[in-house]
């Protein structure tokens, strides 16, 4: 849960507590007050000075924590990527710098309470007091911890694998051992799981891409390259190209924008609109009343400066943009290429719209946005949020662990499940978009690269839908 119960106060209480019963057997303990300090523990046990480490670590992290940048806000949000860590189940990257304070917490607990059992005239009254309430912590956490439990979903664990593919890619086409030249960045992306080859090469075109305009490579190279690679991973390479416009000054960058422009210009525009214009308008398109209706009233009082400064962050990373300049950077492509870059950013709004945790319609971003283009452009933005809702199925099913020799109904019951999921999303968001919505979900499918046996699922699930 978000929020802080009463519960959780009383055992922050109960460890300063147990914290306190150590640093007050320490003065007590010692032989005489005005011996030094470094005499004074000297003189103690080793296993006593264990515990008063335990007891002081705690205090000397949070209040180093509290004096450095690394805070804990009730959400993440960086330019480049965009809301992350929301309103997940689980907040591991939120509470990512006080994981290691735990084992403290519970050694001083342990230490606080051995010695307040051993140590004085503690009558029957006080002990029963301290362990009941020990007793009711532990309690506490199991519940708790059954709590995270459902029968239910009991086996779900076992159906995603404990890696994925789609992460390494990058690392190993842009990371700190990427291959020295195009050749062996090629080679690495051609013998890639077949199911994850695609987004490899979506980061083999923005490695390509970077090292032309470092002026390793040029434009020639490029058009070389992209005549070796299968039309199958075209659309990849090229939007793995675009995705670099969003980090190189926009000169810098023109001369890739003519060349795909002029060859590729279908694929170009529509990558435009999902990688370049789904970014640079990401602040404008973000739906924060969904985003705050979900964020407790007490919370948002607490973080308020966090939460006007996102504000003002995103409305500073669309660099002035509103609703006006979004529209004329449309109307400033070539007319027949608009119904693209429209669905291009339609598709962007699916992915994310799916991908978040909240499972919410037109979150993160919101796509009753469509309804401010104009009549015919609308279509096309709509089917684009088909697009992005195929986009990210597609990442799912990439994620399923499927058994090696597993029979069709095992495969099936596997895919059903994030199918329903992003279906029933789909349904959610206003029936008068729903035809357009599923027709670009349909061909978002037929024309992306599937396996065999999700190709079969898929071409069942439409015929029956027939």
């Known amino acids: 849960s978000r929020a802080v119960g009463f519960i959780s106060v009383f055992f922050w209480l109960f ?12 003065i007590s303990d010692s032989s005489s007050k005005s011996t030094p300090i470094r005499e004074r523990l000297s003189n103690l046990p080793l296993s006593f000075i264990h515990g008063l ?5 705690p205090l000397f992290f949070l209040t180093c924590l509290s004096l450095s940048p690394m805070h804990i806000n009730p959400f993440e949000y960086w330019p ?27 050694a001083a607990i342990a230490i606080g309470m051995f010695i307040f059992l051993r140590t004085g005239r503690k009558n029957r009254f006080s002990r029963l007091i301290i362990i009941s309430l020990f007793s009711f912590f532990i309690m506490c956490g199991i519940w708790k911890s059954i709590g995270l439990y459902s029968l239910q979903d009991f086996p779900k664990i076992f159906y995603y694998k404990g890696y994925y593919y789609d992460l390494f890619a990058h690392k190993f086409i842009l990371g700190e051992f990427s291959p020295p030249d195009i050749k062996t960045a090629q080679f690495i992306v051609q013998n890639y799981p077949e199911a ?69 210009p279908d694929l170009f525009y529509k990558n435009w609109g999902f990688q370049y214009l789904g970014h640079k308008y990401y602040g404008l398109l973000v739906n924060q009343k969904i985003l705050f209706d979900n964020i407790p009233s007490v919370e948002q009082w607490f973080y308020s400066n966090f939460l006007n400064t996102f504000k003002q962050e995103t409305a500073d990373h ?10 004329g950077e449309i109307k400033n492509i070539p007319e027949r290429y608009q119904g693209e870059v429209v669905r291009g950013l339609g598709m962007k709004v699916g992915e994310l719209m799916l991908f978040d945790t909240l499972q ?5 971003l919101d796509s009753r946005f469509g309804e401010q283009l104009p009549a015919p452009l609308q279509d096309a933005f709509y089917e684009g949020v088909g697009c992005g809702f195929a986009e990210t199925l ?12 597993a029979t069709a109904a095992q495969r099936e019951a596997l895919l059903d499940g994030e199918w329903h999921r992003c279906r029933s999303l789909m349904m959610r968001l206003p ?26 699922y898929v071409d069942a699930k439409f015929k029956n839908a027939l």
């Not at 669309?318 to 529209?327: C, M």
Request: net charge positive; glycine share 6%.
């Open 15 to 26: 460890i300063l507590f147990c914290m306190g019963i150590i640093l007050k057997y320490f």
């Open 53 to 57: 480490f335990c007891a002081l670590f």
């Open 80 to 106: 480049n990527v965009g809301l992350f860590a929301t309103f997940g189940s689980a907040d591991a990257i939120r509470y990512r710098w006080l994981y290691i304070l735990f084992p403290f917490y519970f």
């Open 196 to 264: 994850n080859r695609s987004e490899a090469y979506s980061f083999f075109g923005t490695l390509i891409a970077a090292r032309t305009i470092a002026g390793k490579e040029k434009n020639v190279t490029i058009e070389e390259t992209l005549k070796t690679i299968s039309s199958l991973y075209i659309p990849n390479v090229i939007g793995g190209i675009i995705r670099l416009s969003n980090n190189v000054p926009e000169q810098e960058f023109q001369p890739l924008k003519l060349l795909l422009s002029q060859r590729y």
């Open 318 to 327: 669309n660099r002035g943009g509103s609703t006006d300049d979004l529209l």
């Open 360 to 364: 919410a319609p037109d979150y993160p």
């Open 394 to 405: 597609c990442r799912f099913w990439r994620m399923l662990l499927m058994p090696e020799h």
């Open 431 to 456: 029936q008068k978009n729903a035809l357009l919505i599923n027709r670009g979900f349909a061909n978002e499918l037929q024309e992306r690269y599937l396996s065999p046996s999700i190709r079969t």
